[in-house]
Structures are given as structure tokens and as C-alpha cells.
């Protein structure tokens, strides 16, 4: 905790409810601590993380539950350091190599693969395999990308709680590089002419649940950051940065309360004065919610206290896909060909995403698979393999009937894991667990099971997406408030919201002697770790 006269003293004795231990709402309660702040988080599950959290199962395997992409560590880092702590001494990160394997699947079986790497020689070769030409673009496409993303960090860095934080000065510096009617696929198309080496670069918009033909054309920043900043395995899974985040947290004074759920959040006029969890009323100076913006700050914020986020506004708003999850812990090993990740991209890619957005289950569907053993001894038994598969699927405001459909898009997954060579599974399983969105909707609170929150349109972005100051006492922190989804931005996210309760509860001089900075610099490569 820092004690200093610079505006922090004002924040001695004050009070912050957090409702929900995932990663924004860990991250946040770290900067709010290490400024002075009392901090009590309300967590409703026995574990913490959200949908960041890794799962021991029977027979002894290990199961990321969501994220398993980790990405741009340098974020995190910068909140442990302002903690006074470095983040390696508390979680392993593992940058891969290959990052990742493409598999693209044709007409007749698989037509190409790409072994992703940052190495840029190495992906040129891979990438020349498929298209001779298309691989002499490829640095120009990351000269690009690297200048872009230059512009476009500030913008992720800054508020957009008032309109006029549209026409600030990194907006503006930003603009040229916006291309509102462009789309991740058209963007690319002035770089890469074969479609299977545009999806190499733009598959990554599935991480916001997207389509890569409709979402903006920024997004093509996604792929080249796993490039340029590396894509990290975090030993023990990624809940292991879960189990950090709150450890640390807890040493900081954090009082994180397990098994509390949060029914309610208390006004006095409009200023948020506490809430109520299992029946008790907790008074607090401020409330800051993790949990899904549209399920749970609908649940927990009257409608009166939300005036442009009124329920029609949360119903029409538009989502993210979903995910068909199987967990699989199998006896034996997998192929030596199945790499730590492999996305497998069906053929008619095009069609598939367009039936995942129009409600459609796709029946010839892309797929992800984690075999985080292939790094990571520690997700399986001896002799054993812990398996991890997402599925893209439409979510349930496609009025799909799931639990019908369940056991059928279960035998077609393992069918399609042929593909990739796993074709003895069956007989193999000593362990299985399915998320289907219904699952995701009624254990995780998440929204129409749309997992990866309020889609990522521009008309839902930057000042037109929840503000992290919701109104006067009340912040939201996570995927449905600025900058959006995905690890990073979410803890990006996290240090917006902290920044700008400190602000209101001691001021700006406070916020930046938290160690909150308006904006920070852009970070190299050699910096992330
Ligand atoms: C299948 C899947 C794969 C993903 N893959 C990646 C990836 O590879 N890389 C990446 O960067 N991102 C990925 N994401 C996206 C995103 O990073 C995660 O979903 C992330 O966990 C979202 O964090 P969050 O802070 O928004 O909160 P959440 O993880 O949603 O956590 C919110 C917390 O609030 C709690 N809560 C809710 N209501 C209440 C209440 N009333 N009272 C008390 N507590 C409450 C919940 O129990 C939960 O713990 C993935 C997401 C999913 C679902």
C-alpha cells in the first residue's frame, strides 16, 4: 500500500465493493489496494477466475475452463510491478513455438497447414507453401499492423465515459487508421490473396466472437500482436494467473469472499452506496462489477440507475457468438503431430461463420484444440492426456434446442477430430465434461451464453460500449466495458475503471500517485515476458 501525502491520504478508510473475482475484477482490486483502498471482493463460485480458471477433474487432469490464449503479458506486468512484485515470480509463462498449428481443411481433406510463428524467415517459408506470393507481404503486413497498433494503444488506454473523449487527441491521431466500413477479411485482402493465408491473420476475431468478414478492420492489430508480443502458456493453466492475481491480492488485504453472491446494489439517490450479498448488506464508497455487463448488471442495477442501458437497449444489443466446449481426459497420448494448439478451419470457412451469425449450428464446423500436455506436464496424469475443445457456435438467441442437440454435435466433434489425426478417441475417455451455452448462461452468468460478451462492432465500442464509470459510485470492470474482451484489454480495462474511482473518490493527483498513468508507452517485444 503506498502512504504518501500526494492525494492518496484522501483515500484512507475509504471502502470498494467488487462483485465477481475474474480477471478484470482481480486486476482492478490490486490497483485499488495498492492505492490504500479497502477492498472486498464478492465472488459466487468456491473458486476464482470466471471463465479464467482451471479445473482439476477426476483421474487427476487439468482443464483451462476458457481463455487458453495468453496473450500480451505486459499489461499484468505493469499492474504486479505498480503491486511492487514481478509477475514471473508468481506464474510460469511459456512462449510457444510454433505459436500455433493451422490446419485448413478442402474439398478433398486437408488442403494446407501453416505452423505459426514469430520467428518472420520461418513464417514467410510456411506461409510460401501455401501462396509463393502472399508470403512476400507478410513483413509489410506487420510494418503495418506494428504502426497501427502504435496509434490505436492509446486509444484502448484512454476513457470513454464522456462524448467528448471521442475528439481526444489519440482518437484524432488514430482516425486514419480506423476504415470504419472496412472488415478484417477486405483489409487483408490488400496483403494476402489466398483466403487460407487471410485467415491465418485474421481467425483471431473469434477471440471477440466475431467474424473476421464484419469486424472492423482495427482488429487486424489481433494476430499481428500474438506475432510481434508472442502467445504464452502459463504453466499450471490459465487459471494459475487467476490463483496469482487473488494470492497476491489476499497479501495485500484484499478480503475476497468466496461462495458470496451478490443480489443487489444499494443507492442513496443515484450514487451507489454498497449492495447486499446472501442477504447482508455491505456499505461501501463504491461498487465495481465484474460480472457479464448484460446479465449481471441488469440483475444487480435497477433500470432507473441505467439509463442508456435501459433492458430494450441490454435485448437488442448485439453478441458474441458462443463456444461448444468438450474437456476430454483420455488414456494415452495424442499424435506427435498435435502441436499445443491447432485450429482446425473448415472448408467453406465463409459459411460456417455466416451460419454461426445467423443463428445457424454449423454442421461442418472450425474448431480449436488445447493439448496443453504437449508443454505443460503438469495438465494430465503420466500416460495420459488432458484434451480441450472449443467449438464456435451460435448463441442461444438462436433458440437452438441444446439439449437435444447435445449428444449429436458431441459424436459429429469427435468425427471432425479425425481431421488432425485423433481418430481413437472414443474408447479412450476416462473423463468428460461438456459446456454447451445453456451451461454458459446458467453456471457462468453469461448473457444469452454469448461468451465473449457484447460483440465488438464499432457501434458498441469505445464511447458507445458500457462506460467503465457506470455513474456516480458504480465502475464495471471486464469484457462488456471498455476496451472490450480478451485478456489484455481486460486488465487494460481493469486499470481505466481504477483510475477513474480513484479519481472521483481523492482525484486525479491520487490516480496518477496509484501509479495509474493516463496513458502508458507502447512496450517492445524484448519488454514482454
Ligand atoms: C471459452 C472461452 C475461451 C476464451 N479464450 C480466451 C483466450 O484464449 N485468451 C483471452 O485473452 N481471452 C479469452 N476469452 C475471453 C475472456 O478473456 C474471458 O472470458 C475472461 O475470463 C473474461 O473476464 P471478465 O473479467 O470479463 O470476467 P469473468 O471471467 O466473466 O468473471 C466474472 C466473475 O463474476 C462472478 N459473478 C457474476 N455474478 C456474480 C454475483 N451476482 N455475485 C458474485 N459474483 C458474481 C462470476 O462468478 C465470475 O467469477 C475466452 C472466453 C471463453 C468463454
Known amino acids: 500500500m503506498l502512504q504518501s501525502g500526494d492525494g492518496l491520504r484522501a483515500l484512507t478508510g475509504r471502502r470498494v465493493a467488487v462483485v465477481g473475482a475474474g480477471p478484470g475484477g482481480l486486476a482492478a482490486a490490486l490497483l485499488l489496494a495498492r492505492a490504500g483502498i479497502h477492498v472486498t471482493i464478492f465472488e459466487k ?27 500480451y503479458p505486459q499489461i499484468l506486468a505493469d499492474i504486479f510491478a505498480s503491486c511492487g512484485e514481478r509477475l514471473e515470480d508468481h506464474v510460469k509463462l511459456e512462449r510457444l513455438d510454433p505459436q500455433y498449428h493451422l490446419v485448413f481443411e478442402g474439398a478433398e481433406g486437408i488442403s494446407g497447414t501453416i505452423r505459426a510463428t514469430g520467428d518472420v524467415e520461418r513464417l514467410e517459408r510456411e506461409v510460401a507453401r501455401l501462396a509463393p506470393d502472399d508470403a512476400k507481404n ?53 496483403h494476402f490473396a489466398d483466403p487460407r493465408v487471410r485467415l491465418a491473420f485474421s481467425f483471431q476475431t ?102 442508456r442501458w435501459r433492458d430494450a437497449k441490454i ?4 453478441l458474441s457468438c458462443s463456444t461448444f466446449m468438450l474437456y476430454l481426459g483420455l488414456e494415452g497420448k495424442m499424435p506427435d503431430s498435435l502441436g499445443h494448439h491447432t485450429i482446425l478451419l ?47 457456435v451460435p448463441n442461444l438467441k438462436a433458440g437452438i434446442d441444446w439439449a437435444a442437440m447435445r449428444e449429436t454435435y458431441r459424436a459429429l466433434i469427435l468425427e ?65 466495458t471498455h476496451p472490450g474482451s480478451g485478456l489484455p484489454v481486460i486488465y487494460e480495462g481493469a486499470r481505466i475503471s481504477a483510475r477513474l474511482l480513484i479519481e472521483e473518490l481523492a482525484g486525479a493527483r491520487a490516480a496518477a500517485a496509484a501509479g495509474i498513468p493516463d496513458t502508458a508507452p507502447l512496450a517492445t517485444s524484448s519488454e514482454a515476458s
Open 206 to 307: 473469434k477471440y471477440l466472437g466475431m467474424s473476421p468478414f464484419r469486424c472492423p478492420s482495427l482488429f487486424t492489430i489481433l494476430s499481428f500482436l500474438e506475432y510481434e508480443h508472442g502467445v504464452y502458456h502459463p504453466v499450471g493453466g490459465c487459471g494459475a494467473v487467476s490463483e496469482a492475481m487473488a494470492g497476491l491480492a489476499g497479501r495485500m488485504g484484499v478480503d475476497l469472499r468466496l461462495n458470496s453472491n451478490v443480489e443487489e446494489v444499494l443507492f442513496d439517490g443515484k450514487r451507489a452506496t454498497g449492495l447486499v450479498a446472501d442477504g447482508e448488506t455491505f456499505n461501501a464508497d463504491a461498487v465495481l462489477i465484474n460480472g457479464d455487463f448484460a446479465k449481471v448488471v441488469r440483475a444487480l442495477v435497477p433500470e432507473r440507475h441505467r439509463p
Open 138 to 190: 507478410v513483413k509489410a503486413f506487420f510494418s503495418e499492423n506494428r504502426t497501427k497498433l502504435n496509434y490505436f494503444k492509446p486509444v484502448l488506454e484512454q476513457a470513454f465515459h464522456t462524448l467528448r473523449s471521442m475528439a481526444s487527441p489519440a482518437m484524432l491521431a488514430a482516425l486514419p487508421y480506423l476504415h470504419p466500413g472496412r472488415s478484417v477479411d477486405r483489409d487483408l485482402k490488400r
Open 315 to 318: 435485448r437488442k444489443a448485439r
Open 45 to 71: 463460485d468456491p473458486q476464482v477466475g470466471g471463465r479464467t480458471k482451471t479445473v482439476e477433474a477426476p483421474g487427476g487432469y487439468r482443464f483451462d475452463i476458457g481463455p487458453t490464449f495468453f496473450l
Open 346 to 392: 473448415a472448408d467453406g470457412y465463409e459459411k460456417n461463420i455466416r451460419e454461426i451469425t445467423e443463428g445457424t449450428l454449423p454442421m461442418q464446423p472450425s474448431l480449436y484444440v488445447q493439448h496443453a500436455g504437449y508443454t505443460d506436464g503438469g495438465m494430465a496424469p503420466p500416460g495420459h492426456t488432458a484434451l480441450y475443445v472449443l467449438v464456435p
Open 416 to 480: 471432425r477430430l479425425k481431421l488432425l489425426g485423433i481418430d481413437d478417441l472414443e474408447s479412450r475417455i476416462r473423463y468428460e465434461r461438456i459446456i454447451d451455452p445453456t451451461q454458459w448462461e446458467e453456471d457462468f452468468a453469461v448473457h444469452e451464453g454469448a461468451t465473449f460478451n457484447l460483440a465488438h462492432d464499432l457501434m458498441q465500442m469505445l464511447y458507445f460500449r458500457p462506460h467503465n464509470r457506470f455513474g456516480p459510485g458504480l465502475y464495471i470492470v471486464g469484457g462488456g
